[in-house]
């Protein structure tokens, strides 16, 4: 009897025990990463073989099709495909990865292969990387947690709004606004104590999140209290001179200060997120600070940006003698003769009405109700070619009489290029702007049949992004090789039309004009949702750059028209 009361006793005492075992303290940050390859990567030899000729990568081994001096193959499964021909003694092409996990989109990079040994031709495929990450910052707030979500990559937590987090025992909730509720569930998941994970679903699957540290985390501009002191950039192989701030006439005390606060700068939802900086004057590249985990050899999406890319794209291909104009007839272009039941609008619409977004199709990007919006657009699935879908768009004014910001004019002044070269345009895009630039470990995003989406959306490194102001400056050669004309930069440059009350636009360039010393002087920028910004000031002889992850919200104007102005011009001399 006494050995059962002893049992008994010593249950309850351990049962008292556990009762009293205190809840796990779930504040600071909590970080969760999912990737999702491609896995297709690595070396890549074409074989001329007494059977034809072969394609090994990965472990797949293909037959390669041969037309005259063009090559290209396919693996099983969607998983990658190879186009390009022979320059030289190289094979000169791109490869196209697999469709993207997040939104089925295939990206295509320029890739060469160089002879190997007898009838053997070696290159390296290197896809881009697909991630997605969230940070969930938590502080104990009564009961629960205040809490919010930040995705570095496409800025999701504006769009999955979470304010509390709540955790009873194994059971985990995030709660925010939905549904004019204040505390809806926005994710119920698990929390694990032995092995201190949070397991949460978001967008459609399931993140494990992990305690991350404050000095190492990408969620942080720098590690918090760091202090910044001013180093010039590195001299590399990409073409960029470089000096240092002094030496180009700028405030060195001035720019410590800006990137010393904005590496203080604290982290809240809607705040600004940078994660670049970069300056150029006289030539030479005096400033590269990144931040948030980001670094120079990181491509960046660049987003609308790449419509000024698209404008750079064609002023080259006019240069290298590819019949194209500004007043190349679009529909004639495309369609050949239009029939008499045609809008007689569309007959008159020239490529520079593309270029100015002036087109008059019925594409408003602000307006959900328009066909010819983008989104509208991407989200249809009848008709996957996009220039037969942006050709069949209805009118609503006439071309070149108001500006309308339409990201399929440029789609379209793309396909325009594509009909009148009858060169791939990732491939005109390579030998005409990115080579001569010295642009390396970029991706561009291709439409559903595989045509260049030149309205944006492309990843580039920033020192890249860089050259496009520079190319500018110098009235559109790079290192002293032409690129476009002086007098194609000076089109691209005139604001033809007012985009808004600060902004004019011209050939997929805007312009804004900056207060400097008592006067005005004219910026031309290409500009991208976020706050991606690539700026050139002509007059000072000077190049900005930014890219960051405010996507969708206010603070991506916070480079171009705070930064600029308030913080950047006046340490120019």
């Given at each position: 009897m006494k050995a059962v009361l002893l049992s008994a006793a010593l249950l309850l005492t351990g049962a008292a025990s556990r009762a009293e075992t205190p809840a796990p303290d779930l504040s600071g940050l909590w970080a969760a990463t999912l990737r999702f390859g491609p896995d297709v990567r690595g070396a890549l030899f074409l074989l001329e073989t007494p059977a034809g000729w072969r394609a090994d990568l990965a472990g797949y081994d293909v037959p390669v099709r041969v037309e005259g001096d063009r090559f290209s193959f396919a693996l099983p499964d969607g998983k990658g495909r190879f186009s390009g021909r022979r320059r030289g003694a190289a094979i000169e092409g791109q490869w196209v990865q697999e469709k993207s996990a997040g939104g089925g989109i295939e990206y295509a990079s320029p890739l060469t292969l160089r002879p190997d040994g007898n009838g053997r031709w070696r290159g390296e495929v290197a896809p881009l990387a697909e991630a997605f990450t969230w940070y969930l910052p938590a502080v104990r707030d009564g009961a629960g947690y205040s809490a919010y979500l930040r995705n570095p990559e496409r800025n999701q937590g504006r769009f999955l709004e979470v304010t509390r987090m709540e955790v009873d025992g194994a059971a985990a909730r995030l709660l925010g606004p939905q549904g004019g509720k204040p505390d809806a569930t926005v994710a119920a998941g698990r929390y694990d104590p032995q092995?201190?994970?949070?397991?949460?679903?978001?967008?459609?699957?399931?993140?494990?999140?992990?305690?991350?540290?404050?000095?190492?985390?990408?969620?942080?501009?720098?590690?918090?209290?760091?202090?910044?002191?001013?180093?010039?950039?590195?001299?590399?192989?990409?073409?960029?001179?470089?000096?240092?701030?002094?030496?180009?006439?700028?405030?060195?005390?001035?720019?410590?200060?800006?990137?010393?606060?904005?590496?203080?700068?604290?982290?809240?939802?809607?705040?600004?997120?940078?994660?670049?900086?970069?300056?150029?004057?006289?030539?030479?590249?005096?400033?590269?600070?990144?931040?948030?985990?980001?670094?120079?050899?990181?491509?960046?999406?660049?987003r609308s940006a790449g419509k000024s890319l698209t404008a750079t794209l064609i002023g080259a291909a006019m240069a290298s003698g590819v019949p194209i104009t500004e007043d190349t007839p679009v529909y004639e272009t495309m369609l050949g003769p239009l029939g008499p039941g045609a809008d007689p609008r569309k007959k008159g619409m020239r490529l520079r009405h593309l270029m100015t977004m002036t087109s008059g199709h019925f594409c408003d990007d602000s307006n959900d109700a328009a066909p010819g919006n983008e989104t509208v657009m991407q989200d249809q699935t009848a008709e996957p070619d996009y220039y037969r879908y942006i050709l069949a768009l209805p009118m609503d004014r006439t071309p070149g009489e108001k500006i309308v910001y339409c990201s399929v004019d440029a789609?379209?002044?793309?396909?325009?290029?594509?009909?009148?070269?009858?060169?791939?345009?990732?491939?005109?895009?390579?030998?005409?702007?990115?080579?001569?630039?010295?642009?390396?470990?970029?991706?561009?995003?291709?439409?559903?049949?595989?045509?260049?989406?030149?309205?944006?959306?492309?990843?580039?490194?920033?020192?890249?992004?860089?050259?496009?102001?520079?190319?500018?400056?110098?009235?559109?050669?790079?290192?002293?090789?032409?690129?476009?004309?002086?007098?194609?930069?000076?089109?691209?440059?005139?604001?033809?039309?007012?985009?808004?009350?600060?902004?004019?636009?011209?050939?997929?360039?805007?312009?804004?004009?900056?207060?400097?010393?008592?006067?005005?002087?004219?910026?031309?920028?290409?500009?991208?949702?976020?706050?991606?910004?690539?700026?050139?000031?002509?007059?000072?002889?000077?190049?900005?750059?930014?890219?960051?992850?405010?996507?969708?919200?206010?603070?991506?104007?916070?480079?171009?028209?705070?930064?600029?102005?308030?913080?950047?011009?006046?340490a120019v001399r």
């Open positions: 092995s201190d994970i949070l397991s949460l679903p978001l967008r459609g699957a399931t993140f494990d999140f992990v305690r991350e540290q404050a000095a190492t985390s990408g969620f942080y501009p720098r590690a918090p209290g760091s202090r910044y002191s001013y180093r010039p950039p590195l001299r590399l192989g990409d073409g960029w001179p470089v000096g240092t701030l002094e030496e180009a006439g700028i405030d060195r005390a001035a720019i410590e200060r800006l990137v010393q606060r904005l590496i203080d700068m604290k982290m809240e939802p809607g705040g600004l997120q940078l994660h670049s900086l970069l300056v150029a004057r006289h030539g030479k590249l005096v400033l590269e600070e990144y931040f948030h985990g980001y670094e120079r050899d990181r491509p960046h999406d660049i789609i379209l002044a793309g396909g325009v290029l594509r009909k009148v070269a009858g060169e791939p345009l990732p491939e005109m895009f390579h030998r005409l702007v990115a080579a001569p630039l010295g642009m390396r470990d970029y991706y561009l995003n291709l439409t559903p049949t595989g045509e260049l989406y030149t309205a944006g959306g492309w990843y580039v490194r920033p020192r890249d992004m860089l050259k496009l102001p520079q190319l500018m400056l110098n009235g559109g050669t790079w290192q002293g090789r032409r690129i476009v004309s002086r007098d194609w930069v000076a089109k691209e440059s005139t604001p033809y039309h007012a985009l808004n009350a600060v902004q004019g636009f011209g050939y997929f360039w805007n312009t804004a004009d900056y207060p400097w010393r008592g006067r005005k002087v004219r910026a031309v920028f290409a500009a991208g949702n976020g706050g991606q910004i690539f700026l050139a000031i002509p007059e000072l002889d000077l190049a900005i750059g930014f890219t960051a992850g405010n996507y969708a919200e206010p603070a991506l104007l916070i480079p171009q028209r705070e930064l600029v102005p308030n913080d950047i011009l006046p």
